[in-house]
Nanobody
Framework: QVQLVESGGGSVQAGGSLRLSCAAS????????MSWFRQAPGKQREWLAM????????SYAESVKGRFIISRDAAKSTVYLQVNNLRRKDTAVYYC???????????????WGQGTQVTVSS
């Protein structure tokens, strides 16, 4: 079955960095768009970044542009989110999600991971 498994979260001090990973398995993702989201306690889920699996073309939310970098390693079937200069407000559960670009209309994603917790302390 299709699985997206996130890892790399943890507790860091403000100003620190982490590299989050999303290992994708169970099918080919060549036609997929891969996104990272986060959800902080009591807040709505927030889209952060997206990358085309084949194209490598990336886009970012304004709130993280310049601090977060999305990338993918097709050989390892893994998508990454490098999160830099972390702030307390970045504390959240970070999720990756996949949408088939051939059918995606900008709404629901086809697959979701279980999330990885990032906690930033001052």
């Amino acid at each position: 079955q299709v699985q997206l498994v996130e890892s790399g979260g943890g507790s860091v001090q403000a100003g620190g960095s982490l590299r989050l990973s999303c290992a994708a398995s169970g099918r080919t993702f060549d036609s997929f768009l891969m996104s990272w989201f986060r959800q902080a306690p009591g807040k709505q889920r927030e889209w952060l970044a997206m990358i085309g699996w084949n194209s490598g073309s990336a886009s970012y939310a304004e709130s993280v542009k310049g601090r977060f970098i999305i990338s993918r390693d097709a050989a390892k079937s893994t998508v990454y989110l490098q999160v830099n200069n972390l702030r307390r407000k970045d504390t959240a559960v970070y999720y990756c999600a996949a949408a088939d670009a051939r059918t995606w209309t900008g709404g629901e994603y086809d697959y979701w991971g279980q999330g990885t917790q990032v906690t930033v302390s001052s």
